[in-house]
């Protein structure tokens, strides 16, 4: 027989999102600023791509710098991604644990 088993199950990744996620306050002010829902966008993006990780973005894409690299991984430009970051920071909703390296703490904090 062959080494590949019909019983090898396919991982599903969770994320937990509050059904006030939208109406929360740190969102709120996302979409308040130019180009929100994008950024809103990229910020849950974000979070997918650190799901398997428990929170820690890890890059596996084109790019020099983590911004253009999360861009590529979202498809998105990278000034958007920037100005995300930019403001995830000030909330608290982002945190940059070495060089280069992002941390969502929600996503941990929503871990089954």
Same mark, same amino acid.
């Given at each position: *027989?062959? *080494?590949?088993?019909?019983?090898? &199950?396919?991982? %599903?990744?969770?994320?937990?999102?509050? &059904?006030?996620?939208?109406?929360?306050?740190?969102?709120?002010? /996302?979409?308040?600023?130019?180009?929100?829902?994008? /950024?809103?966008?990229?910020?849950?993006?974000?979070?997918?791509?650190?799901?398997?990780?428990?929170?820690?973005?890890?890059?596996?894409?084109? *790019?020099?710098?983590? &911004?253009?690299?999360?861009?590529?991984?979202?498809?998105?430009? +990278?000034?958007? +991604?920037?100005?995300?970051?930019?403001?995830?920071?000030?909330?608290?909703?982002?945190?940059?644990? &070495?060089?280069?390296? %992002?941390?969502?703490?929600?996503?941990?904090?929503?871990?089954?």
């Amino acid at each position: *027989g062959g *080494g590949e088993t019909m019983s090898q &199950e396919k991982r %599903y990744w969770w994320l937990n999102l509050p &059904e006030d996620f939208f109406d929360s306050k740190a969102i709120k002010y /996302l979409e308040q600023k130019p180009n929100g829902c994008k /950024l809103v966008h990229i910020y849950l993006g974000m979070m997918l791509a650190s799901l398997r990780s428990g929170g820690t973005l890890t890059f596996e894409w084109m *790019g020099k710098t983590p &911004e253009e690299k999360i861009a590529v991984m979202l498809s998105e430009d +990278v000034e958007s +991604v920037s100005m995300a970051i930019k403001y995830l920071k000030q909330l608290g909703l982002i945190l940059e644990t &070495e060089k280069g390296k %992002y941390f969502l703490p929600f996503v941990e904090d929503h871990a089954e």
